[in-house]
């Protein structure tokens, strides 16, 4: 099956900076590689996605690049804000189910 | 966009008791639906798939007779705790896939299920 790694585990940034988030995956089929934010006791909300055959998309202060030869995908938080304080998860699909990496707790400095 | 509503939000019960979650696509149809369990700190793992009108597929050591799991209609799925130990004690999450927007995977706020 799918495993996806996801470093680094925690993330301090000062208010302004970039955040920058890496993840791996392990099967050439996945095509579809979501990001999630989660806070506290709340369930996962799509950030940005991007399928395989984009190497990069941005949505405002946030960006997803993805190497497919690689096998690896990154999330870029430009401007970071308080409110980006939250767990985040990559995940990948090969169309059929969801495998997450293992969330990366952001807090940002005020 | 896509919505997805799962109650309740929150569940305590006795051990030995049954709990029912209910997750709920409001404005799309959901022929495919993954319910997932989130300890502390850790990520969210894959317990179940379940697919409208036939019987779920359960992820390796997930016990399907432990964890019932109907999906009678295109819009709903139901998890059902049955003989709930405070072992399950655990935060539930259910997704939907909207096939014909092309939206990806939405999820539900989650369930905080206590077992005493």
């Known amino acids: 099956g799918e495993n996806v790694e996801q470093h680094p585990s925690t993330l301090s940034v000062q208010e302004g900076d970039s955040a920058v988030i890496k993840c791996t995956y392990s099967?050439?089929?996945?095509?579809?590689f979501p990001w999630y934010k989660q806070e506290l006791g709340k369930g996962p909300q799509l950030i940005i996605d991007i399928r395989s055959n984009v190497g990069e998309k941005k949505d405002q202060r946030i960006a997803v690049t993805l190497n497919k030869t690689a096998k690896h995908f990154s999330l870029h938080i430009t401007e970071t804000q308080p409110e980006d304080s939250a767990v985040y998860f990559c995940a990948a699909s090969n169309d059929y189910k969801l495998s997450f990496g293992a969330g990366t707790t952001v807090t940002v400095r005020a | 966009g896509a919505v997805v509503s799962q109650h309740p939000s929150r569940v305590i019960c006795k051990s030995g008791t049954s709990v029912k979650i209910e997750c709920r696509s409001l404005d799309f149809q959901a022929t495919t639906m993954f319910w997932y369990r989130q300890f502390p700190k850790q990520s969210l793992m894959l317990m179940a798939t379940s697919n409208e009108g036939s019987k779920a597929t359960y992820e390796q050591g997930v016990e399907k007779d432990k964890f019932l799991i109907n999906h009678a209609s295109l819009t709903l799925s139901t998890l059902t705790v049955t003989s709930a130990h405070p072992e399950d004690s655990s935060f539930y999450i259910c997704?939907?896939?909207?096939?014909?927007?092309?939206?990806?995977?939405?999820f539900g706020s989650g369930t905080r299920l206590t077992v005493v």
């Open positions: 997704s939907a896939r909207d096939d014909s927007r092309g939206y990806g995977y939405t």
């Open positions: 099967d050439s089929a996945s095509n579809y």
